[in-house]
């Protein structure tokens, strides 16, 4: 059965320079069906700012045929070894919203336990070049709400240039995700994400753009010192 994995990895700084110039994920990697390999962002940060592209550190969004590729991907390739000494969570699909082309949505969905069961969101883009400004006008509020909400455990955005970004995030519950979406959480200006939701639609940002959830598997390793950032995996 298709899963997907989600990893975080800090590289040499030169290192990571030269990967974002030649991706070390093969396509033709045995099992693997689609991968987006980003450099990480600090949600919200200033748009200029050493915080806001953060050159050592990688994300890697990938989806495979079923777990053991995966598996043997971090055992026996040279960069799935360097992504195994990171952190990655396993993910399971739950449901789609949008486009995006490259990944093959699994006709299978798995469920939640219930709705205080943990959940992962990943949102991922092509930008139009001249959209940029005002998505920057719109995104950064909503970047803001999802790192300072109360519900999310883990939270990033990521890019890869010339024009693909993403966000990922773990929250406590599919609750709190749901209720920041539709505006009902109770925090400062909670309505910021539905806010954009229109814009979008009166205007896309995007040429293409997907929103993916997940019920969460499995967690692997450390970030930044720390681990455990699915509650009751």
């Given amino acids: 059965m298709s899963m997907f994995s989600y990893h975080l990895v800090e590289l040499p700084l030169f290192v990571a320079v030269k990967r974002i110039f030649s991706n070390p994920i093969s396509q033709k990697t045995k099992g693997l069906i689609h991968s987006e390999y980003m450099t990480a962002m600090?949600?919200?940060?200033?748009?200029?700012?050493?915080?806001?592209?953060?050159?050592?550190?990688?994300?890697?969004?990938?989806?495979?045929?079923?777990?053991?590729?995966?598996?043997?991907?971090?055992?026996?390739?040279?960069?799935?070894?360097?992504?195994?000494?990171?952190?990655?969570?396993?993910?399971?699909?739950?449901?789609?919203?949008?486009?995006?082309?490259?990944?093959?949505?699994p006709n299978y969905k798995d469920r939640l336990e219930s709705p205080t069961s943990p959940v992962v969101a990943v949102t991922i883009a092509r930008m139009k070049p001249f959209a940029v400004p005002r998505f920057i006008n719109w995104g950064?509020?909503?970047?803001?709400?999802?790192?300072?909400?109360?519900?999310?455990?883990?939270?990033?955005?990521?890019?890869?240039?010339?024009?693909?970004?993403?966000?990922?995030?773990?929250?406590?519950?599919?609750?709190e995700m749901t209720d920041m979406v539709h505006g009902h959480s109770t925090v400062e200006k909670p309505?910021?994400?539905?806010?954009?939701?229109?814009?979008?639609e009166r205007k896309d940002f995007h040429f293409e753009f997907t929103t993916l959830r997940f019920k969460p598997l499995a967690e692997f390793g450390e970030w930044k010192g720390q681990s455990g950032f699915i509650p009751n995996i």
């Fill in 140 to 175: 950064r509020p909503v970047e803001k709400l999802v790192r300072d909400h109360p519900g999310t455990t883990l939270s990033l955005a990521s890019v890869k240039f010339p024009n693909t970004v993403s966000t990922f995030s773990i929250w406590k519950s599919e609750k």
């Fill in 42 to 105: 600090t949600l919200g940060s200033p748009i200029f700012s050493s915080s806001r592209v953060l050159i050592r550190q990688i994300a890697v969004f990938m989806q495979w045929e079923n777990e053991i590729k995966l598996e043997n991907y971090l055992e026996q390739d040279s960069f799935g070894r360097v992504l195994a000494k990171g952190w990655h969570v396993r993910l399971s699909f739950i449901r789609r919203w949008g486009k995006f082309s490259g990944f093959k949505i």
């Fill in 191 to 200: 309505k910021r994400h539905s806010a954009a939701m229109k814009e979008r």
